[in-house]
Every structure is written in structure tokens, then in C-alpha cells.
């Protein structure tokens, strides 16, 4: 399993001789009667399509919020246009965007498209060959004409610049600049202004336009690479590349299991969701990924970590998933405490090295709340030595701390001549007070003449040789059998990964053989299940007992053991999830509403002070789970570490890193299907 996550929308598609029919021969059997020029699509009225009338009676959400207040279920109804454009709301670039507007511009294109689609349906009567005899494919094919020579989209000239060999980018200020613009990865940049886009938003427009013509049409996804899904039926279904404005391309999935040359594992296949139509709340957690990315761009680290958890409610329930979750929130940590800036001070060379540490505890500690407490209170401290630079008190600065007093400092020529002197205190702690020769190299060939930049360097070689030194030391522990036993925390169940509960914990004081532990950490899980399960099985039937006394105690009937189960009709919510009522829903399953208005009030008034109580009694549980886990000796002899981490077989003598030593952001992965192209 990959460490960092496959980021969407980064990869060009190229065009494909054997798949791809051009553009232009699809003019040559449908130009003439196309109408030509965008500006006509912008002139017609917003009609209403199929689609929308079906779905009208729905209230579409109007704001992000909005949108993941909304259960799963109804998730489904939620048009595709409204679910990108709304995870665009509070980016860079998405201040313009006019939902009503923009949605409008989408039905009137949808109106265009079905109109020259059935103009010249006589086509594909008189030469269905030409289409593969399939409706299908014309529909798409038409739809594709549409979009690239009357709309005129295309991918974002600039962002195909940033990327090399089309598929991947060439430097993390490309990766910082290609997620920089929201116009660039969501929707509203194809329906506005120049109509650039990328592989994350250009299938989003294909679909929103197919669906509302009716076509059973969703998103699929291979490597880091969305693409459009067309139904046929029968267990058959048409793959459309969205990105390429210069041919028509329908990729097979084999194809799509090969993007440049790199392999897709059953094992990715599987535990990503590639190569199979997506559900809506699996598009809402995509293009979350893909808002956090964004967010990451605008160095908004701490909203980039909690969309990710946000976004894991969407994904697959998989291990892979999971993991990736949990490496990433790990990745917003490192970029936070890397873009902290730290005015040089007194203080400078103290805040520097707590940075370094953190890092090595980001990369190392299993225990990521702990970590993340770790964090805030860094950052906390952090403002309050910033404070002394730029806060007023009594009406005056407040005067900077002073440079530091002592003599030494270090003094550099550089190439252009310039005399730099930078004071002893700023420098990291160097063995023997040394500036090593690789560094000295690095700021030569850099060619950095300021002091900022020279002691920005200093510090991230810095971080770069402590954390060698600790994987070095890691290593030879490993080697030589002492420290603590080392397991891929991929291997034990993922509640364990942040925290080991106290029971667990001594069950496993005087166990040393991985194995044996992994085996002893499933088996925990298992029993904590099982225990979870009766107490639940407990909860209910306190519960009907509760509600079976008050209604026998009314005269009222008491519903069969299975429970009052009201059904709701096709495409209504649940008498559930819709029901208002003053009585714990608990007992719901027990007292039909019916039942509930015979009920008297000190009636309802025992069953909630029911569910008090239970809460009361749950909150102390936890408090004694809490207290007595504070009071266990840790008295393990392993220590849960990420999978990359350990040697790669017996005789290893390296250590992988998670990511790079250098304290930047995660390189995504930016494949698309393996032709020749641009995604």
C-alpha cells in the first residue's frame, strides 16, 4: 500500500490510434449541421432537462455545510453539478461563483447538446458502423463535439506546462501552482471564463451535461485519474476520456489498468474502488480530496487535516483507505509545523529545533492525537514569541527582542561578493560548532545571498541529518535485536493505531514474538466486538422493557417483539429519520407515533431520564477507561510503525522514509491511461 494518497486531476490523456476517433472526422459526419459559436449557448434559456424535473421536488443543498449535513442516502439525489461547485465554496478562485448562474448555463448546454444530437441522429441511422453500432457511443460522441468545438474546453494550457512527460509534475512549486486556482480542479472553470480544466473537473462537466440528458452515465476512477462511465446495460459499459479536445477516446479498462506503463495491483483495484462507477457519496469524497489539496496549496494545513477525516466518511471502508486517511492527516502536520514561520530573535535557534523534533515525532510516534496535541501546543507557544514582534501594549511597540550579544557569527562570501554575517545563536546546533561541507556545497550551488534564505537552508539540513541519524539508529537497533520489537501497524487492527487500550496493553507486558502479538491484537479486537455487541443487545432489550411497561400502563396494545418498523414509500426518507418527537429515539423502534400521543407526560418523562441515566453511566465508564490508562505501565516491548518504515526483507540495510527528509509537501501521483497524451 502506498503511503501517499493518489491525488485526482493532475495527469493529461493522450490521443490513441486504436481507440480514439478525431474530432475532426466526427465533424466530417456531423459538422454541417452543428451551430456553431459558444456565444449562442450563453443567449438560450435555462430549460429545464429530464433529469431535473425528476429530481425537482428534492431541495438541492445551497452551501457546503448544507451539503454534508445531508445523510448518504440522499446523497444520491444530489445533482453532480451542485455537489462540485459547492466543494469549491472558500477557495482561491471560487469567489465569483454564482450557483444559480452557473446551473442555468448547464441546462441551457444541455439543451444544445440534446438538439444537435437528435439533428443529426440520422447519421447514425444511415452509417451505424461508423459509431461502432452503438447508441452509446454517439450520444458521447456528439456530446464530446459539443463540449470541445462550440464551448471550446480544453485543459489549462499553463497546468499541461507544469507537468512532464503529461502526466507528472516537475517540481512542488508545480504542485503548489497546479492546485493554486480552484478555476483549475472544480467545475466552475469549464462554465465560465476561458473553459480551461483538468482531469478533476472536465469528466465532472461530461457527466453533469449527460445526466441531465438522461444518459446513465457516472465517474470511474483508475490511478489518480478520473473518467467518464457510460451504462449500456446487459453488464456492458462504455469508458469516455474527458480531457482530450483532440479526439474522441473510449479506453478499455485493461487500458485503464495500464496508465503510462504503471501497473495498477488488484490489491489498488480493490481497495481504492478503481475501474467500477461510483456512487454520488464516493464522488463527494473524491472531490474532497480534491478541496483538501487545495487547501493545502493555500498553506491551510489544519482545515486540509480535518477535511481529510471529513472525507474518509465518503471513501470505501477499506483498509487501504484507511491508512491513507491516517497518513495524511500525519502529512497536514508536517506541512503545518514546516510553514510555521519564526522571526529571528532571541528565540530563533529554540523554535527552529523544537520544529526539527516535531518532525521526527510526526514521522515516528504511533500516537496521533498525541501528536496532534503536540502541535497546538507548539503553535500556541509559537504566537505568543511572535507577539513580541508586532502586538501594541500601553499604546507603544512593544520593543523586539534584541540580537543576540556575543561576538560570533558566521560570515560567508557570496558568489556575487556580497558579505553575509549571520549571529552564532541563529545556527543550528552543528557537532563541534562546524558548518558541514555538503551544506556549505548546497548554498553555494543555490546561490543564496541573504540571511534568511542561508539560515532556511541551514535548518532544513539540519532536519534532513537528525532524522538520518534516528532512522540509522532505528536500523541497528533492529539489527542487533534491542529496542523495541518494530510491527507494521498495517498488519494489527487500525483502532490500535493512535492508542493501545490499558487491557490490551497487559495483555501483551510480557509478549515479544511479533507474531504472537499481532495474533493477541486481533483477538482483542474481536472480544471487544463481541462485548460491544451483547451491550448493545442489552441496550435494546432494557430499552423495550421501558416502553413496554409505559404503554401497557396506558392501555396500549404492545407492538410484536420485532418492533413497530414503519416503511417508507419509494423515494421518501424514513418515518425514522424524519420523525419529530419528544421521546429518546431509542424507543422509537417500540412506540409508534400513533402510541406516543396516548403516552402521558411523566410517561415520557421516565423513558428519558432512562436515556440520561445510561449516558451518566456510559460518560463514567469512559472516565474509568481513561483514568486507568493513565495509571498502566507501559510495559510493551513493541512499538507500531508505519509498513515503509521497516527493512524491505531480512538482510535490508536501509530504511524506506514515509516521505522525503526535507521538510515539503507529499508528492502526489499523477498517472491518466497509457497513451501518449495529456489527461
Not at 151 to 156: E, G, H, K, P, V
Not at 157 to 176: A, M, T, V
Not at 335 to 360: C, N
Amino acid at each position: 500500500m502506498k503511503s501517499v494518497p493518489k491525488t485526482q486531476g493532475l495527469s493529461r490523456n493522450p490521443s490513441s490510434a486504436k481507440l480514439s476517433v478525431c474530432i475532426a472526422c466526427v465533424l466530417l459526419l456531423i459538422g454541417a449541421n452543428i451551430a456553431s459559436g459558444a456565444d449562442k449557448l450563453s443567449d438560450q434559456p435555462a430549460a429545464k432537462s429530464e433529469v431535473t424535473n425528476k429530481v425537482e421536488n428534492f431541495k438541492q443543498p445551497t452551501t457546503f455545510a448544507e451539503l454534508l449535513a445531508l445523510p448518504p442516502a440522499q446523497l444520491e439525489k444530489v445533482d453532480i453539478a451542485v455537489l462540485n461547485l459547492l466543494c469549491a465554496e472558500g477557495l482561491h478562485g471560487s469567489d465569483d461563483i454564482d450557483l444559480k448562474l452557473l446551473l442555468g448555463r448547464l441546462e441551457a448546454l444541455a439543451e444544445h447538446v440534446a438538439q444537435e444530437t437528435k439533428r443529426n441522429q440520422h447519421l447514425f441511422d444511415e452509417h451505424p458502423a461508423k459509431f461502432k453500432n452503438s447508441v452509446p457511443y454517439f450520444r458521447m460522441a456528439m456530446l464530446a463535439t459539443v463540449l470541445v468545438q462550440d464551448l471550446r474546453i480544453q485543459y489549462n494550457p499553463e497546468r499541461e506546462k507544469q507537468l512532464e512527460n503529461g502526466h507528472k509534475l516537475k517540481s512542488p512549486e508545480d504542485e503548489d501552482k497546479f492546485f493554486s486556482d480552484s478555476k483549475d480542479v472544480f467545475l466552475h472553470g469549464l462554465l465560465d471564463g476561458k473553459h480551461y480544466g483538468t482531469c478533476a473537473s472536465m469528466p465532472f462537466l461530461y457527466v453533469a451535461v449527460a445526466r441531465r440528458l438522461g444518459y446513465p452515465v457516472t465517474l470511474a476512477t483508475t490511478a489518480s485519474h478520473f473518467y467518464v462511465r457510460y451504462e449500456e446495460g446487459n453488464g456492458k459499459h462504455l469508458n469516455v476520456e474527458a480531457t482530450e479536445h483532440r479526439a474522441f477516446i473510449t479506453p478499455s479498462d485493461d487500458e485503464y489498468k495500464n496508465p503510462w506503463d504503471l501497473k495498477v495491483s488488484a490489491e489498488e483495484i480493490s481497495g481504492l474502488g478503481h475501474l467500477r462507477p461510483l456512487s454520488n457519496k464516493e464522488i463527494l469524497g473524491h472531490s474532497l480530496l480534491t478541496r483538501a489539496t487545495v487547501l493545502r496549496s493555500m498553506k491551510q494545513h489544519d482545515k486540509q487535516a480535518e477535511l481529510w477525516a471529513t472525507a474518509k466518511k465518503y471513501l470505501p471502508d477499506t483498509p487501504m483507505w484507511g491508512g491513507i486517511a491516517h497518513d495524511m492527516r500525519r502529512h497536514a502536520l508536517w506541512d503545518e509545523v514546516s510553514s510555521l514561520h519564526i522571526p529571528r530573535g532571541a528565540g530563533y535557534a529554540y523554535f527552529q529545533d523544537r520544529k526539527v523534533r516535531l518532525h521526527f515525532l510526526i514521522l515516528r510516534s504511533a500516537d496521533t492525537a498525541a501528536v496532534e496535541k503536540t502541535v497546538k501546543d507548539f503553535v500556541k507557544e509559537l504566537a505568543e514569541y511572535v507577539k513580541g514582534f508586532v502586538e501594541p501594549r500601553d499604546n507603544e511597540l512593544i520593543e523586539q527582542p534584541r540580537e543576540p550579544q556575543q561576538q560570533l557569527v558566521l560570515r560567508y562570501t557570496a558568489p556575487s561578493g556580497k558579505q553575509v554575517k549571520i549571529p552564532a545563536d541563529f545556527l543550528p546546533p552543528f557537532e563541534r560548532g562546524a558548518i558541514p561541507a555538503p551544506l556549505g556545497a548546497r548554498v553555494a550551488e543555490k546561490k543564496l545571498e541573504d540571511e534568511d534564505s542561508i539560515l532556511t537552508e541551514f535548518w532544513k539540513f539540519y532536519d534532513e541529518m537528525n532524522l538520518t541519524k534516528q532512522q540509522a539508529r532505528h536500523q541497528r537497533m533492529v539489527q542487533r535485536g534491542t529496542g523495541p520489537v518494530l510491527i507494521a501497524r498495517e498488519r494489527v487492527p487500525q483502532e490500535c493505531w493512535d492508542s493501545i487500550p490499558p487491557q490490551l496493553q497487559l495483555r501483551l507486558g510480557g509478549v515479544h514474538d511479533e507474531d504472537e502479538i499481532v495474533k493477541e491484537m486481533w483477538a482483542f479486537q474481536r472480544e471487544h466486538a463481541m462485548r460491544q455487541e451483547a451491550e448493545q443487545r442489552q441496550e435494546r432489550e432494557t430499552a423495550r422493557e421501558q416502553a413496554m411497561r409505559a404503554l401497557r400502563q396506558n392501555g396500549i396494545s404492545p407492538p410484536p417483539r420485532r418492533g413497530y418498523q414503519p416503511q417508507p414509500l419509494p423515494g421518501e426518507v424514513s418515518a425514522f429519520n424524519k420523525r419529530e418527537s419528544k421521546l429518546p429515539e431509542m424507543f422509537w423502534e417500540w412506540v409508534s407515533p400513533e402510541a406516543e400521543r396516548r403516552l402521558s407526560a411523566g410517561d415520557v418523562w421516565m423513558l428519558q431520564q432512562h436515556v440520561k441515566n445510561l449516558q451518566v453511566s456510559k460518560a463514567g465508564k469512559e472516565m474509568r477507561e481513561q483514568m486507568r490508562e493513565a495509571e498502566t505501565p507501559k510495559l510493551m516491548h513493541f512499538e507500531l510503525v508505519p509498513s515503509s518504515l521497516l527493512p524491505r526483507d531480512a538482510g535490508a540495510q536501509e530504511i524506506t522514509p514515509t516521505r522525503p527528509l526535507t521538510p515539503q509537501p507529499p508528492q502526489p501521483i499523477t498517472p491518466s491511461p497509457n497513451q501518449k497524451g495529456k489527461p
